[in-house]
Every structure is written in structure tokens, then in C-alpha cells.
């Protein structure tokens, strides 16, 4: 009997998200830009679920739209945030019951999330990540922090510094010190 | 009627595409009711924190280029977070934010580093090289689990005690001729008392024991390491059972989780004693047990189930554990092993790995008086279909089941396993590189019956066709919430041997098209066997296999490939068949299958 029970729970509730994500609530950005978005897809953001849950589903979904207000939504950065959740929102929950589902963290990021994040303007990339980081998304925050770890593999410190715009701000004795403190990993054999 | 419509008109306004956002136009809303809510929702948000700024571009638009990489502390740490240890150290000096962070992301380290963390340290003396690691380890401040390979020292103590105040676990091995400073062990016990909850003490079992030694050090600080609930220590001598027993009486009401590495010999005999004083821990969850006797040849008798008599009135909280015999320890009494524990019967996961020939294992009927049981692990090199004939009688409640064993396994492995109603995990090893009688019946069986099932993986020789796979497929798609994985290894049959080239060879995904079109939830990983190509691959996956029992000699009864036997078959092939290849070390080909297959997979 039990058995049966949570069985047929869990389907039901899968029904009851597929439902819920036809109805379209608004987000509007920083900007003013106002864009819809699947329920249970924008409930992906743990902010947004957070206002959800105590506004009340009827509320949020016949008022004016719900306003992120961080400088990192912008109109671009929302789009891009929308397409992930909208892409996401059905992914089978982790399992911490197996041991290989917790190794996530070292997992390569799958074949869609690659070219999701491979943005060529790179402002848009840090808005999506400090964007996703207000919003409370955490597998998007992962997925562009991977990215940005992937990209700075094996680089040396300039490279690193002119990828990502990054101002050397030691002065030259406290950066000598560093190499030479670290010296063994710069050797050549 | 008119209802319906509306209704229908609804639906058909609201529906738009469902990837791409659309913007909407801007409309006047008028519901004040609501508008309050919010505005209330968004004081009461105010109050709590403060709106939060992530990138330092927003504080000035006109100083800062928004291409540039500013993120706040906690972000930026987060992002770092994903970086080797390798990296890291190379992007040091990138900046000072950097310099402050990188290493706040290091949570667990062995002491030395590995060697191969970059080519140039491969020529460095030891001393040099555990300077190096020492300067690593003072960087990382939120070090939680750390493994000191050699035998502690003050030097890396001192580091320790000096930069990572967050340890939870320490793994350390003790060397009694060179005692470590006591101010800088009480300084290390004093700074991580709040944090530290595991300590794996290695003994170094040659050296005479005394109270330089890893368990009279837990003793003398007790009184620091109060949140100490989990501990692992090796026993080899009577001397050090009276450590133990020291112990036992001081940290009783401490531990919940304890392993015992017991190494028998001449100076060490007193099996019963041992038993005694492990059931003094009165609230003990779990325990690891591992017995051998190091005395050469001399077998040693263990009075088993007088021990699991005594651990099951004395410890009512002892619900998991793990029990491994290996060499030269022989169970007193007629009764095999699983009949000698069936007095635990609170126990809810049992582990028996038999590393050593002439001990029984029993049948699983032994198990029936533990109610709770639903995690199950056995490891017998002579296991074969009929323990498993009745499993469903035995333990019904399992959830998770591990059978690795020596023999030769078929179908009704799967069939009578796959009575078992609540079972989520079933793992099943054989011997590598031998096809086992098992293939789509079984599989299928499996998957129509046990419901809850999410994870099996077949590490054996499976012979499986795309019947398999469609019926994975219609696994993974009755419950679409979550998630599903296989993992099976599968031997070419000869007629889809159409070239002798490997790389001409249909790779898994052309052989069986359905591979690529796997729902979200599921996952396959498989693996080839390939016989004759990946010699090396092939010796060490065996060699590797057959450590686990230790086999020696064939095993008698003749069901089984004896693993001399499977040695010579492998090397014949192995000569026979790579003739023809230029490279005969490829290893076996290792293909995943995720979620979004929409390319090709590499092999991993």
C-alpha cells in the first residue's frame, strides 16, 4: 500500500509542475524590461519561490511584475536567465543517496549548458552570474562558474589578467615574492 | 458552453514559445488589494538584508569596464571554488582579491601533495617536497579533512595548529621513536576541538606500543576533543587491548562510529576480550570490524556469535556494520557467518566481505530475524544463484544490495533478486573480462518488478541487445522525476566483429542507435570489453579483482573459471588477437550516456 502511495505521489506532483509552469508570471529587470516566465521555472530562483510562497501563487500571477531589483538584471542577463530555467525546470532532483551524484562537482557541464554559457560578451556572462547569484539559482551559478574555471585552466597569471580584466594591483616586490615562494611550480623540469 | 470557450480562448492566449522569453507590453494594473501585499512583502524583505551588490562595476558605471572581473568576496570565492589545486597555485598572484581567496576553496588535502600535481616536482627530494606541501597547507584556512601520509612530526602539527582551525578529520599515523612536541599537539587538539569529529589513527604495528602511540594521545587530551564521535584505530598486541580498554572506559558515551583493523598473532589472542570491551561503547551506531591473523600460517579461531550475542545487548544503537575476514581466521562453531550475527536483529545495513577460503557464508535465511535490514553487501568469492535463491523471504525490506563474487552468475540472479519490492539499488560484480549467463530476460525482469528501482549496475559480462535498452527507456519514463542510471560491460559477440582494426569497429552507439535517444532522467555507461586489445587494461582489471577474495587456487567445485585458468584463456587471446594492432595498450573503451545526447559522446 505505502508503496503504491508515494509512487503515485511523486507522478502527481510531476503533473502538478507541468501545470503550474503554464501559468506565466512577470519578471521585470533593473531596466524596466518586463519578461514572462514559466511558475515553476521561475521558482528555480530561490528568491522568487521565496516571494511565491508568501504572496500567494494568485497573487503573483494577476499583479504587476515582480521586480529584481539588482543592478546585475539586466534586460540581456534576465533573457539569458529565463532560457536556463525554462530549459531546466523539469532536471530529475539530485539523489544524495548515491554516492556518484555527489561527486557533481568535479562533473563536466553538459553538452547544451556549454554553448547556454559560451557568450562572447563577456559582461553579459559576469551580469548572468552575479544576476543568477541575487536570484538564488544555484545550478546556474555553477554552471558559469565552471565556465569561467574552464576557460582559466592552465593559463598563466597575464593571460588570466587580460582575459578577464583584471588589474594587477601587487607592486613588483610583493608579486616577486609570490613567484618566489611558488617558484617550484614555474620550474621546467 | 460560453464557459468553456472562455476557458479555451485562455489557454490559447497564454500559450507562446517555450524557450524564447517574450517581452510584455507594460499594462496598468489596478488591483490596489495586491499591490499592498507586495509593497508590505518588500518592507518586511528590507528589513532583513540589505539590498546586495555583486559586482563592484554598479558602484561606479564610469571607472569600472562591465567586461571586467569584479565580483564581490563570497562570490568570487565560490567561482574559485572550481579550480585545481594546481591552478590555484599558479593564479596566485593574479591580483590581491585573488591572493586573499584562492585557497579558501581547499577543504581536503593529503600531506604530501601528490606528486603529480605538476611535472617539474617529479625530480625533488622528499624533504624539499614536504617543505613545499607544508607552505600549501598554511594557506588553506578552511581545511576540514586532512590524511598526513608520513608519520606525524611537530613541523606539520605546528602548521596545522597555527592555520586550519576548521579540521573535522584528521587521518594520522604515530612513530614512537620520534614523539611529537606536546605543546603543539595540545595547541592542534585546543584550536580544533569545536570542529573535530573524526580521527583515523594508522599505527605503525612493527614499533613496541606505548604512550607516545596515536591511542594514548586520544586519551591524554579527552578532555579537548569532546565532539570526537568517530574513530578508527588498528589493535596488534594484548599491551595495546589495554589502551583500548582505557579508551573504551573514557570516550564510552563519545563514539557512535568505530573501526577496528584487528591483526591477531602470537602476542595477541584475546578475541573475546576485544568483543567485551567494543560493547562498552553504549551508544555506538556503527561499527567496522576488520579480523587477520598476521601469525604465519597459524589459523586463529573466532568465536563470532558469542561477540555479536554480546554487541547486541549491550549496544541497542548499533544499527550499521561491517564485518571482514581475511587471512587465516576461521570461525569457531558449525554455524557459517551470517547465522553467527543473526543475533544483531536491529541492525538495518550489514556488510560481509570474506577475503579467505574455507569460511561458509550460510544461507540468507539467517538474516530473517533482522526486520530492519535494508542495506545488504556481500562480498564470497563461492557466491552463486543459490543464495540469492530466496532473498525475497530473507530480507525483505532491502533497499540496496551488493553481491560481488568469484562465480559464474546467470538470469536467476536477477529473477530472484528482482522479488524484492523495495529495492533501489542493486549492484552486481563478477569476474571481468568472463560473460556471465546474464542478458535481456534478466534485465527486463528486473526493471518490469522492481519499482523503486533507480540504479543497477551489471559490472560483469552482459549480454544485452536494444531490447534492453527500449526497456530501460520505458524504466526511466514511468517516473520521469527521477533519476535512473545503468552501467553494465558487455563483450562483442563475434558476428558484429566485422573488422580486426579497432578503430573500424562500430562504436555501442552505432550498434544500438537507442543510446542516443535516452530521456533526460537516465543514464548508461558502458563498457566494452575488448579482448586482445587492451591487454594491460584487461590483466590489471582481473588482478585487481581477484585481491578482493584472494583466490589462490581455482575454486573446487568446478562451476567457476578458476582464475589460473582465465589467466592462461586471456593471454591466448590476448597473443592471438593483437598481431594485427599497432597499439596494443588502448584501454577498454568507456563510453557515458547522459542526459542531452545531442552529440556524439566521447569516450570518457
Known amino acids: 500500500m505505502a508503496d503504491n502511495a508515494d509512487h503515485i505521489d511523486g507522478d502527481d506532483n510531476e503533473d502538478v509542475r507541468a501545470q503550474q509552469n503554464l501559468i506565466k508570471i512577470k519578471l521585470k529587470s533593473s531596466e524596466g524590461g518586463i519578461y514572462e516566465c514559466g511558475l515553476t521555472a521561475a521558482k528555480m530562483s530561490d528568491l522568487v519561490k521565496n516571494m511565491v510562497e508568501s504572496l500567494g501563487t494568485d497573487a503573483v500571477v494577476t499583479t504587476e511584475p515582480i521586480i529584481l531589483g539588482n543592478e546585475a538584471v539586466t534586460d540581456a542577463a534576465l533573457k539569458k536567465i529565463i532560457e536556463w530555467v525554462e530549459f531546466h525546470w523539469d532536471d530529475p532532483p539530485v539523489d544524495h543517496d548515491f554516492e556518484d551524484e555527489k561527486d557533481r562537482r568535479n562533473e563536466e557541464l553538459s553538452h547544451w549548458d556549454k554553448q547556454f554559457i559560451d557568450v562572447d560578451d563577456q559582461a553579459l556572462l559576469f551580469d548572468v552570474i552575479a544576476a543568477a547569484n541575487y536570484m538564488d539559482i544555484k545550478g546556474l551559478v555553477e554552471v558559469g562558474a565552471k565556465h569561467i574555471c574552464s576557460k582559466i585552466r592552465g593559463k598563466s597569471c597575464q ?29 621546467k623540469d | 458552453m460560453g464557459a468553456c470557450v472562455g476557458k479555451n480562448s485562455h489557454l490559447k492566449h497564454g500559450k507562446h514559445e517555450p524557450y524564447l522569453p517574450v517581452p510584455v507590453k507594460h499594462r496598468n494594473y489596478n488591483n490596489n488589494n495586491t499591490n499592498h501585499m507586495i509593497a508590505k512583502f518588500r518592507e518586511s524583505q528590507t528589513d532583513r538584508t540589505l539590498p546586495k551588490i555583486y559586482r563592484l562595476s554598479y558602484l561606479s558605471r564610469q571607472d ?121 599537539l595540545s595547541k592542534l587538539c585546543d584550536e580544533c576541538a569545536d570542529s573535530l569529529t573524526k580521527v583515523r589513527i594508522k599505527e605503525l604495528c612493527e614499533r613496541e606500543f606505548n604512550s607516545e602511540s596515536g591511542l594514548s594521545i586520544l586519551i591524554v587530551y579527552s578532555e579537548y576533543l569532546s565532539n570526537v564521535t568517530h574513530v578508527s584505530v588498528a589493535l596488534d598486541s594484548d599491551k595495546c587491548l589495554k589502551y583500548f580498554q582505557l579508551f573504551a572506559d573514557i570516550y564510552s558515551e563519545r563514539i557512535a562510529e568505530l573501526e577496528l583493523q584487528l591483526k591477531f598473532s602470537s602476542e595477541y589472542c584475546l578475541v573475546g576480550d576485544t568483543f567485551a570491551y567494543v560493547s562498552l561503547f553504549r551508544r555506538l551506531r556503527a561499527l567496522h570490524l576488520t579480523l587477520e591473523s598476521v601469525s604465519n600460517g597459524q589459523t586463529l579461531d573466532v568465536e563470532l556469535s558469542a561477540g555479536a550475542q554480546l554487541l547486541a545487548t549491550q549496544c541497542p544503537l548499533l544499527t550499521r556494520v561491517t564485518i571482514e575476514l581475511r587471512d587465516n581466521i576461521r570461525v569457531t562453531g558449525d554455524q557459517p557467518v551470517l547465522a553467527s550475527l543473526s543475533s544483531l536483529t536491529n541492525l538495518q545495513a550489514l556488510e560481509v566481505r570474506i577475503r579467505t577460503d574455507g569460511i561458509e557464508l550460510g544461507t540468507l535465511d539467517a538474516l530473517k530475524p533482522m526486520v530492519k535490514l535494508h542495506q545488504l553487501s556481500l562480498t564470497y568469492g563461492a557466491l552463486t544463484d543459490w543464495h540469492t535463491r530466496d532473498i525475497a523471504d530473507s530480507c525483505a525490506q532491502l533497499s540496496r544490495l551488493t553481491l560481488k563474487t568469484g562465480q559464474r552468475l546467470s538470469d536467476e540472479t536477477l529473477y530472484s533478486v528482482s522479488r524484492l519490492p523495495r529495492l533501489k539499488d542493486f549492484r552486481l560484480y563478477c569476474q571481468p573480462y568472463v560473460t556471465q549467463d546474464i542478458g535481456d530476460a534478466g534485465v527486463c525482469h528486473m526493471v518490469a518488478n522492481c519499482h523503486r528501482l533507480q540504479h543497477m549496475a551489471l559490472e560483469c559480462g552482459v549480454k544485452c541487445s536494444e531490447v534492453t535498452f527500449l526497456a530501460l527507456i520505458g524504466w526511466a519514463n514511468k517516473r520521469k522525476h527521477l533519476s535512473h542510471r545503468f552501467s553494465f560491460s558487455w563483450e562483442r559477440p563475434d558476428e558484429c566483429n566485422t573488422s580486426r582494426d579497432p578503430n573500424a569497429r562500430l562504436p555501442a552507439h552505432e550498434l544500438w542507435p537507442d543510446l542516443l535517444r535516452l530521456p533526460q532522467n537516465l543514464t548508461v555507461v558502458c563498457r566494452e570489453y575488448f579482448v586482445g586489445k587492451c591487454g594491460t587494461g584487461m590483466a590489471t582489471a582481473i588482478e585487481r579483482y581477484r585481491r578482493l577474495f584472494k583466490w589462490s587456487a581455482p575454486v573446487a567445485n568446478g562451476v567457476v573459471v578458476g582464475a589460473d585458468q582465465l589467466d592462461s584463456r586471456c593471454i591466448n587471446r590476448e597473443s592471438v588477437r593483437s598481431v594485427g594492432h599497432t597499439n596494443p595498450q588502448t584501454p577498454p573503451v568507456y563510453y557515458k550516456f547522459a542526459r542531452y545526447p545531442d552529440v556524439v559522446p566521447q569516450p570518457l
Open chain 1, 159 to 187: 593571460e588570466v589578467r587580460e582575459m578577464l580584466k583584471i588589474t594587477n594591483d601587487f607592486t613588483a616586490e610583493e608579486e616577486d615574492a609570490i613567484h618566489k615562494e611558488n617558484a617550484w611550480i614555474y620550474a
Open chain 2, 64 to 184: 569600472f569596464d562591465p567586461r571586467s572581473f569584479d565580483f564581490t568576496d563570497e562570490l568570487c570565492q565560490h567561482i574559485l571554488g572550481y579550480l585545481s589545486l594546481e591552478d590555484r597555485l599558479r593564479l596566485e598572484c593574479v591580483c590581491i582579491q585573488w591572493q586573499r581567496l584562492i585557497f579558501n576553496g581547499v577543504q581536503e588535502l593529503h600531506y604530501p601533495l601528490p606528486r603529480g600535481l605538476c611535472p617539474a616536482v617529479q625530480g625533488m627530494a622528499d624533504k624539499q617536497w614536504l617543505w613545499v606541501s607544508r607552505q600549501v597547507l598554511r594557506k588553506c584556512h578552511e581545511l576540514t579533512k586532512i590524511n598526513l601520509v608520513p608519520t606525524a612530526d611537530t613541523d606539520v602539527l605546528s602548521v596545522l595548529a597555527k592555520h586550519c582551525h576548521r579540521l573535522e578529520e584528521i587521518e594520522w599515523r604515530f612513530d614512537n621513536l620520534r614523539p611529537v612536541r606536546r605543546e603543539v
